[in-house]
């Protein structure tokens, strides 16, 4: 149990253009997502927290125009990347929160975006 | 401010070799989370400590939960090729708030 799933699992694309990455909870409900940015052979920055029908609250320097992220539902939250450049290239990584597990979060296998 | 101080950052070691990785702080954490990423996917939590003085244990992981819970060990006996990874701590306060993580260490068993 408590799987998340990520797509796309990789993404090219030219500047300017926009991403959508979809972050799943397959077999749990998640109140709360949670997206994250990881540059190489860091560890994880904290972009923004979702909470499930409400606006996500972004961490200081996050740029909430640039970084548009939706929590529709109890297993879905997108994080859209707005007129992307090639400083936005990195590997995004969603973690779900469920319910009925404390405080335990569970990842998805990250999205590497490639802006060209 | 990085609240979980977490070391060694870097270790190498042979095959067969024991080792300990801390992650410390001065905050108190109402549980704490330890992660075993490799490159290119997403971490995969191992263990969840929660009582202070708590001792878990995982094939040849050992985690173990400070008294104060304010600091976590994690102890791999006889280390195998197959830990290689990055190994990150995360510690949980309470309210429905983000984990608070360390800067992670990048061990490598050598064969």
């Known amino acids: 149990g408590a799987v998340v799933s990520q797509h796309p699992s990789w993404v090219i694309c030219k500047s300017g253009t926009s991403v959508k990455i979809e972050c799943r909870s397959l077999d749990f409900q998640a109140t709360t997502m949670f997206w994250y940015r990881q540059f190489p052979k860091q560890s994880l920055m904290l972009m923004a927290t979702?909470?499930?029908?409400?606006?996500?609250?972004?961490e200081q320097g996050v740029e909430k125009d640039k970084f548009l992220i939706n929590h529709a539902s109890l297993t879905l939250s997108t994080l859209t990347v707005t007129s992307a450049h090639p400083e936005d290239s990195s590997f995004y990584i969603c973690?779900?929160?469920?319910?009925?597990?404390?405080?335990?979060?569970?990842f998805g296998p990250g999205t590497r975006l490639t802006v060209l | 401010t990085q609240l979980l101080e977490q070391s060694p950052q870097f270790l190498s070691i042979q095959e067969g070799e024991n080792l300990t990785v801390y992650c410390n702080s001065s905050?108190?954490?109402?549980?704490l989370q330890w992660y075993r990423q490799e490159p290119g996917e997403g971490p995969v939590l191992l263990v969840t400590v929660v009582t202070g003085g708590e001792v878990k244990k995982l094939k040849r992981l050992t985690f173990q939960f400070g008294d104060a819970r304010k600091d976590s060990s994690l102890h791999i006996t006889a280390a195998q090729p197959g830990d290689t990874g990055l190994y990150l701590c995360?510690?949980?306060?309470?309210?429905?708030?983000?984990?608070?993580f360390g800067k992670g260490t990048r061990l490598s068993v050598i064969a």
């Open positions: 973690s779900a929160r469920d319910r009925d597990r404390g405080d335990e979060q569970f």
């Open positions: 995360a510690g949980a306060r309470s309210g429905n708030t983000p984990l608070v």
């Open positions: 905050s108190v954490f109402s549980s």
């Open positions: 979702s909470n499930e029908g409400s606006k996500a609250t972004y």
